[in-house]
């Protein structure tokens, strides 16, 4: 057999090149760059992949410095229109005419655009929506405001059109988006003064849409898979009543700052009622109660496909029992809390009295599927991402007896208490648990 010789780099194909930079991390990417010029040219796309533009400022230098002919090579892009003399207030100096014509610009250069996100201090100029139409890779979008709900709300209206405007779009969240009058009258001048925008019906109508462009309307998106709206006025009845024209498969649903805990509760079961019949995954900040099938279509078997449940650190750590109970009747396979760290003994509490029941009712069809369980603390109420310590995952046994099931339970509740505490000891410079 003849030795293999070996290739050298200058020999592979242009392709192979490229593939293998695709491969590198960003600062492996950026040292690879300075080799020479034909490796600065191999790295270009792979430099231009991702960008995030977290100010105004690096915005108006990325368009100032940047080639437009890089713009193309973007897949992921994430813009932040807040001035950096702003961010150490959270305000938001927000200059709608410049802006819209920087995002127009910068957007329609990024013509393979799989993912954007966009955190706006308000509504940018309508002249920016017909830009989307032309993203046809475009797959995810988030939009966040970073303003002041007060001074400039950012309208469902503007929002909606934008997201109804992409093609292909599959994934959408939005944070802290206003009702617009046209769609919410009733909230006008009324106790608990909810922000609501004015002005908006000069954003004109949607081809597929119309002249509907209310949140609910979102639902009549023929390709949206996965939807998150977090911090929103959701009282809109039409979130019943709109016909569902896409398959949701996932769903997560926040409350509103102004409105009860109640009023919220409502609000997310009449969603529910309407889209659960194609949900898989639902993510939960508020409590769900049996009223939830009052709302539900068809009634004799809610959220028939729902095999994974999230609790976020925001969910009512009370109504954990009682709200896993009524979701009892679904194939529920796999169930992730986050809680704070102050709440991790409550909810672990809750979490016993939860399975000690399941374990008392294995003659019955009570989670039957249920495989697997896990539970993180966070570093903030509202942080879902940002963990303490690791996450600790429990499989439930199958056929094991009663005793031993319960048992298990009780030391992987254990554990997460004792990591909480170490943690929290570490945090405090390895004095003991900090003072509550």
């Known amino acids: 057999m003849q030795p293999a010789t070996a290739t050298s780099w200058a020999s592979l194909p242009t392709e192979m090149k490229f593939a293998i930079v695709e491969l590198l991390q960003v600062h492996d990417v950026r040292a690879f760059a300075r080799v020479d ?200 009845r039409d979130w019943a009543l709109t016909p569902i024209r896409c398959s949701l498969q996932f769903l997560d649903l926040g409350s509103c700052c102004y409105e009860t805990q109640e009023f919220n509760r409502v609000c997310t079961e009449r969603i529910v009622g309407n889209v659960g019949r194609s949900v898989d995954h639902f993510s939960l900040n508020t409590a769900i109660s049996t009223d939830t099938y009052a709302f539900e279509k068809p009634k004799e078997t809610p959220l028939q496909k729902l095999r994974k449940i999230h609790l976020t650190p925001l969910f009512p750590v009370e109504n954990v029992v009682d709200t896993l109970t009524t979701l009892s009747g679904s194939p529920i396979e796999e169930l992730s809390v986050r809680c704070h760290e102050d709440d991790v ?48 995952a429990f499989r439930l046994p199958g056929a094991a007896d009663p005793a031993a099931a319960v048992q298990r339970l009780q030391d992987f509740l254990q554990d997460i208490r004792a990591s909480c505490d170490a943690a929290t000891a570490a945090a405090c410079g390895g004095k003991g648990s900090c003072p509550r």
């Not at 989307?132 to 970073?146: G, P, T």
């Open 37 to 236: 010029k034909e490796a600065y040219s191999l790295a270009v796309p792979a430099m231009w992949r991702s960008v995030v533009l977290k100010s105004l400022e690096a915005m108006q230098s990325y368009l100032g410095n940047v080639p437009p002919s890089y713009h193309r090579y973007t897949r992921q892009l994430s813009i932040c229109t807040k001035s950096v003399a702003d961010l150490p207030t959270g305000t938001a100096t927000f200059d709608r005419a410049l802006l819209s014509d920087q995002c127009l610009r910068l957007l329609a250069q990024c013509t393979q655009l799989e993912q954007l996100t966009l955190h706006l201090g308000g509504a940018l100029e309508n002249a920016v929506i017909p830009c989307f139409e032309s993203l046809h890779a475009l797959r995810v979008l988030s939009v966040n405001h970073c303003g002041d709900e007060q001074q400039s709300p950012l309208s469902e209206r503007f929002v909606v059109s934008i997201a109804a405007s992409v093609p292909n779009l599959e994934e959408l969240s939005l944070d802290r988006i206003a009702r617009s009058a046209v769609h919410a009258h009733e909230l006008i001048g009324t106790y608990p003064y909810v922000p609501v925008v004015t002005g908006d019906e000069t954003i004109p109508p949607h081809a597929l849409l119309g002249n509907d462009l209310s949140l609910p309307s979102l639902l009549r998106l023929p390709t949206l898979k996965k939807l998150r709206i977090r911090d929103t006025h959701l009282g809109d």
């Open 345 to 392: 003994d409550d909810m672990c509490g809750a979490l016993e009295d939860f399975l000690t029941m399941r374990v008392e009712r294995s003659d019955t069809d009570f989670y039957k599927h249920l495989s697997h369980i896990e539970v993180a603390t966070v570093k903030d109420i509202c942080d879902d991402a940002s963990f303490i310590g690791r996450a600790h």
